[in-house]
């Protein structure tokens, strides 16, 4: 008796967070250009060293993640540097 209990109230909770959940899947992701509510404007690339020269590996509108990405290739054993975008 007591597991049924227990069962029930996690298959509620299970359906109420489904039931919660917005339904945006979907929606595709658009690009505000004057996004203002940002502190950090702008793209970041996060470059790497590949044979004497600078590849960029990829680009970020956070710098946390274009942070967490040198960090990560970093462990890997790559030498990465962090800029800002130019062509922005």
């Not at 917005?22 to 590949?50: I, K, S, W, Y």
Request: net charge positive; no cysteine.
């Amino acid at each position: 008796m007591f597991r049924k209990l227990i069962f029930t109230a996690l298959l509620a909770a299970g359906t109420l967070g489904v039931a919660a959940a917005p339904a945006t899947a979907g929606e595709p992701v658009t690009f505000d250009r004057h996004d203002n509510d940002r502190h950090d404007r702008g793209r970041f690339q996060v470059l790497v060293r590949h044979r004497g020269h600078w590849d960029v590996h990829g680009t970020y509108r956070v710098r946390d993640d274009a942070q967490r990405a040198a960090w990560r290739l970093e462990r890997q054993g790559f030498d990465t540097r962090i800029e800002r975008d130019r062509g922005w």
